[in-house]
């Protein structure tokens, strides 16, 4: 396999706004061309990123659900994967108030509130309302009560890690646990990882190349090791059109 994409979603290879990913097309296609896997990677449950897959022909590959939480994998059939979620939430709502108050997660929400702050339509957001191993959710607090609500969560083994849109909470495996699993199994010449968000940074220096898809809808991500190299890149477009502008360069500079 001449390359092994691992692609987070949500203002990356889907656009922030309507969550479309055309833009993307031409690049995805010329990737399928050369015989390039592409794995989804994002805090999206199983049965939403299922759609996508069907959506974008790219339901062969794995995917990296729930923010590394979990794994969509027909061949080790994902579906028999223990729950955290439950436990998740126990934990969750056994923090002192002062603090729980300031997190409103997925399941402190109906579909149709969850459809409002993502702006998902109600079918979408019932699928994203289906979670297995993580919590996404909105913050109202503070910094410095952040901080304690992280304390308190990790003494509890939860950690919380920031994306393009919310909070999401888990037990601990993120995108770059999953992705060298994946990697592993289909030993690729090489890799390369797109994101737009904190928790996408981890996936983005484990690649041998990294793509910072701009996001303008929040703070640049730091300064990342191999930027100073050209490992990592920055693209100036925002999602899937600085995607697909970046996979298309990327490619030319492999000879592929």
């Known amino acids: 396999m001449p390359l092994l994409v691992f692609t987070d979603l949500d203002g990356t290879l889907l656009s922030h706004e309507d969550y479309d990913w055309r833009a993307a097309l031409p690049a995805l296609t010329r990737l399928k061309t050369i015989g390039a896997g592409v794995i989804m990677a994002s805090s999206k449950t ?3 990123i299922e759609v996508l897959q069907q959506e974008t022909g790219l339901s062969d590959w794995p995917a990296i659900v729930e923010n590394g939480a979990g794994l ?3 061949r080790d059939n994902a579906r028999a994967q223990h729950d955290d979620y439950a436990r998740l939430r126990a934990e969750l ?3 002192p108030d002062a603090l729980r108050k300031f997190f409103r997660g997925f399941g402190d929400m109906s579909v149709s509130q ?32 952040l901080e304690t609500f992280q304390a308190h969560l990790k003494a509890r083994g939860i950690f919380a890690r920031e994306g393009g849109r919310f909070l999401t909470l888990s037990f601990g495996k993120t995108k770059a646990d999953q992705m060298a699993r994946i990697i592993t199994r289909y030993t690729p010449h090489n890799t390369v990882a797109l994101g737009d968000a904190p928790n996408d940074i981890e996936m983005l220096q484990a690649a041998d190349f990294g793509i910072i898809v701009a996001n303008p809808h929040r703070t640049p991500l730091p300064l990342l090791k191999g930027e100073d190299t050209g490992r990592v890149l920055r693209t100036d477009r925002s999602g899937p059109e600085g995607w697909n502008e970046a996979m298309l360069s990327l490619l030319a500079r492999l000879h592929l």
Request: proline share 5%; no cysteine; hydrophobic share 40%.
């Open 46 to 48: 199983a049965p939403e």
């Open 72 to 74: 969509l994998d027909k």
């Open 93 to 95: 709502d056994s923090l």
């Open 114 to 145: 969850i459809a409002e702050v993502t702006g998902l339509a109600e079918a979408s957001a019932t699928l994203a309302a289906r979670r297995r191993f993580s919590e996404p959710g909105t913050w109202s607090g503070a910094t410095k009560e």
